[in-house]
Nanobody, 125 residues
């Protein structure tokens, strides 16, 4: 059983930056892609960004494109989400996820097998 450990959430003013990190509890070569989702109060969980293990192909939600960057460190088996120019509407619990299946796209919850516990990001206006 793979557990995903997230860190880096917090409170930041609008226009500020935060970097989230996510690492699996054990090293595994079975992960095809990792992604970030978020859920604001009263809303459904939504896709934010994803990155594949092979090729490093990335995908972003339109609402974060140009402001957020997903990256990975293969040596540490860690994925990062750099969030710049944060807005109050980015406030949510952010979840890391890992997929063990080769898909063409990883922008849906069903593509993922493991989820982190979530980390709160709050952007004040």
């Amino acid at each position: 059983q793979v557990q995903l450990v997230e860190s880096g959430g917090g409170l930041v003013q609008a226009g500020g930056s935060l970097r989230l990190s996510c690492a699996p509890s054990i090293r595994t070569h079975s992960i095809y892609a990792m992604g970030w989702f978020r859920q604001a109060p009263g809303d459904e969980r939504e896709f934010v960004a994803s990155i594949t293990r092979t090729g490093g192909n990335t995908d972003y939600a339109g609402s974060v494109k140009g402001r957020f960057t997903i990256s990975r460190d293969d040596a540490l088996d860690t994925v990062y989400l750099q969030m710049n120019s944060l807005k109050p509407e980015d406030t949510a619990v952010y979840y890391c996820a890992a997929s063990l299946v080769p898909y063409n796209y990883y922008n849906r919850e069903g593509a993922y097998n493991y989820w982190g516990q979530g980390t709160q990001v709050t952007v004040s206006s």
